[in-house]
């Protein structure tokens, strides 16, 4: 699928900004975690408050509140909710403020919401133990087995596009570790959920095996 970058770009920032003030924070005011999950047609909270984003809209209840063109500020108070992130908990985040307008357009939404949906599948057959959580920090999916962090980015400072990614917490020697955390390889040249799996599986099979890297 080809999405102008431009778009991407506003509309990752603008979901991020939702995931984080709409969701994640509120429901650790009310629950206690900033957890979230891949859900139908994109991702939501795994507690109190019961909201989603499904494509272009806010699921609040049985209401579904259009995002693009809304500040997070005008979709919080037509949802019923106190907007704001999580606080004290991370450094980084979106950079959204309530009373910026969002643009989500829905080519866009529904790629990314794709290529979470894949990666969410391809996570699971690599440790159905463990749920892969959507994290507000930094609006990834991942998941930790043996000291190694697996997930899907869906773009960002060191990528501008989908990606997904191996990060052992301690840095491994050879050509396959081409990022400064680890591993990373765009979506687009791994079409479909073995694809993902598979390169979740060879990380994980090189970090059993390949030396440290040296200080």
């Not at 499904?54 to 907007?83: Q, W």
């Not at 491994?172 to 073995?194: C, I, S």
Request: glycine share 14%; charged share 20%; aromatic share 6%.
């Amino acid at each position: 699928m080809t999405v102008d970058p431009d778009a991407l770009g506003t509309t990752r920032r603008s979901l991020h900004g939702v995931a984080e003030l709409l969701l994640a924070g509120p429901q650790h005011r009310a629950s206690g975690t900033i957890r979230l999950r891949v859900a139908e047609g994109g991702f939501g909270t795994v507690q109190a408050p019961e909201l989603r984003v499904a494509g272009t809209g806010l699921v609040a209840g049985d209401r579904t509140i259009p995002l693009n063109g809304a500040t997070c500020g005008e979709l919080a108070a037509a949802a019923g909710i106190e907007a704001g992130a999580p606080q004290d908990l991370y450094k980084d985040g979106s950079g959204v403020g309530l009373d910026e307008t969002l643009g989500v357009d829905a080519g866009a939404a529904a790629h990314l919401e794709e290529c979470f949906a894949r990666g969410h599948e391809a996570l699971v057959r690599l440790a159905p133990e463990i749920a892969p959580v959507l994290w507000p920090e930094h609006f990834d999916l991942g998941l930790t087995l043996d000291e190694v962090n697996y997930g899907i980015s869906p773009g960002d400072g060191f990528l501008g596009e989908p990606y997904a990614y191996a990060g052992p917490w301690k840095p491994r020697q050879g050509a396959f570790w081409n990022a400064p955390f680890g591993a990373a390889r765009p979506v687009r040249l791994l079409p479909g959920a073995t694809a993902l799996h598979d390169f979740f599986r060879e990380a994980r099979d090189r970090a059993a095996h390949d030396p440290a890297r040296r200080p």
